[in-house]
């Protein structure tokens, strides 16, 4: 009798995952898809983010340099190979400081862009704010007055519910106009 397919084929230990086909990507769609088929037979364990890369540095330059290269007669023809690398060392260090120094500026530009649009988006939304506090402040007085003449309306003030103390008249009681 056959025993089931196992892993390691082995008698006797259990058996592990079946094994798979091997199937050879032909494409990089069918690459992704199966590399995503991969993740999701398992989706409980996480999936593996890569770090990004380090920034290149260069090499830092050499506090004591041995080889000092002269303008002295006797230089061998090796000693041009050397001078040319340390100056396309020197070269990239360089522009390597140039790009650093460059992209420190543009992102001090960035933030005082940053803070500039914000200050501006706040005075914009103070103006707005003071412009709605003072409708909702004229609608308030609006309704106020609307109020008040429903209530007049209501109740009309006449001459006879008025009792004037005695001897006094409806024209003394009228504010008379200040004469200078």
Request: aromatic share 4%; glycine share 4%.
């Amino acid at each position: 009798m056959a025993a089931p397919t196992q892993k390691n084929n082995k008698p006797g230990k259990p058996g592990g995952k079946e094994a798979q086909p091997l199937i050879i990507a032909k494409t990089p769609a069918e690459e992704q898809r199966l590399k995503l088929e991969k993740l999701m037979r398992n989706p409980d364990k996480l999936a593996p983010i890569p770090d990004r890369p380090k920034e290149w540095n260069p090499r830092a330059p050499p506090e004591f340099v041995r080889d000092v290269m002269g303008s002295s007669a006797g230089a061998g023809s090796g000693e041009f190979h050397v001078y040319r690398h340390l100056r396309r060392r020197e070269y990239q260090r360089q522009d390597f400081l140039d790009k650093i120094s460059e992209k420190q500026t543009k992102d001090e530009e960035y933030l005082e862009k940053l803070e500039r649009n914000k200050e501006a988006a706040e005075e914009r939304t103070a103006k707005r704010r003071k412009k709605r506090e003072k409708m909702k402040q004229k609608k308030l007085l609006a309704k106020k007055a609307k109020r008040e003449t429903k209530k007049r309306e209501r109740h009309p003030v006449t001459m006879a519910t008025i009792t004037l103390p005695p001897g006094t008249t409806e024209r003394s009681c009228q504010t008379k106009p200040k004469q200078s």
